[in-house]
């Protein structure tokens, strides 16, 4: 917490060395985020990467309340939000929601694995409001009541969504598990 109060700091005051360091440090876990969010790894890239420029932009301006982590995993969930709603305002362009077999780097080739398929795929059944409680608690980490704040409803709201999420999870990947061993 307190390296990130640095940089956050030192960051405003136009330290490129700020901005490499946040970049390096969140920028695997926010694409985990957007790819658990949007099964799609070139759409996860392209909002990541939007969310980095507006930080950029932002500079001069930025208010940062809370945690770093929290904050870049809310303007990827709400890039996602606003990614979705022009897909559906766009009928005639189909989103594909399929995780991309062409990945661009080694971190994410992890995604290819077949437990992480698996884990994928069962992610992207979850409903959409229990799918990023879930993600934004265990790949974001952020606080259940951030979480309420950002999909606009009560802290009793997202543990519920988030345990019934886990539940779920846990109920498809044993039935998987089980016919894998087979």
Known sequence: MFEDEVLKWKFKRGS???????????LDSMLTLAV????????AEDVVQDVFVSLVQSRRTLRV????????ATSV???????????RRNA???????????????????ILSEQAKLLTRAVTELPEEQREAVLLRLKAGMKFRDIAKLQQTSINTVLSRHRYGLERLRSMLDGEVKEWNR
Not at 16 to 26: D, P, Q, V
């Open 16 to 26: 490129n060395e700020a901005l490499t360091r946040i970049y390096e440090k969140y």
């Open 36 to 43: 658990g969010l949007s099964n799609n790894a070139s759409v």
């Open 65 to 72: 309340q809370g945690s770093l982590s929290g904050y870049l």
């Open 77 to 87: 969930v709400n890039r996602m939000r606003d990614y979705r709603r022009r897909q």
């Open 92 to 110: 005639s362009k189909e989103a594909d929601l399929r995780v991309s077999a062409e990945l661009a780097s080694p971190d994410q080739a992890v």
